[in-house]
């Protein structure tokens, strides 16, 4: 009986550490849904965000040629900066776009990490 509940308590032990384990990797969230939820809508809001932008460029870039056929004469150097601007805002907009795949690219390896971690920690404990 002795060895039997020393047995139960270092099971307890094991399942706590395991539990532990587990919600250190989801980042205080309940689930590993809820974890990838999370950094997907994250990812969706940045992606959303530079595609919000890149339409308000587009708008600014048809307006300011509009403007500039008009008034072409009287706002040539002002055509010429809101282009050099327009140009700038997307590179800035492909580099974040590039950072998106990344942090995409980023999150699988940590989908593929954790659920490897969660088998090998589920071997341990069914060899314990």
Do not use: C
């Not at 047995?7 to 590993?32: H, N, P, T, W």
């Not at 282009?83 to 907009?93: C, V």
């Not at 998106?100 to 989908?111: G, Q």
């Amino acid at each position: 009986l002795t060895v039997l509940g020393r047995q139960v308590e270092d099971a307890g032990r094991v399942l706590e550490g395991i539990g532990k384990s587990i919600s250190y990797d989801l980042d205080g969230e309940e689930s590993y849904s809820t974890y990838l939820r999370r950094e997907s809508a994250q990812i969706s809001d940045a992606y959303s965000s530079s595609d919000r932008s890149l339409s308000e460029l587009e708008g600014k870039f048809r307006q300011g040629q509009e403007q500039g056929g008009r008034e072409e004469a009287r706002l040539g150097d002002s055509f010429l900066g809101l282009l050099l601007h327009a140009r700038a805002l997307l590179r800035e907009t492909r580099h974040i776009s590039s950072g998106l795949r990344d942090k995409h690219d980023l999150l699988a390896l940590t989908v593929r990490s954790h659920g490897a971690r969660l088998s090998r920690l589920k071997n341990d404990y069914l060899r314990a």
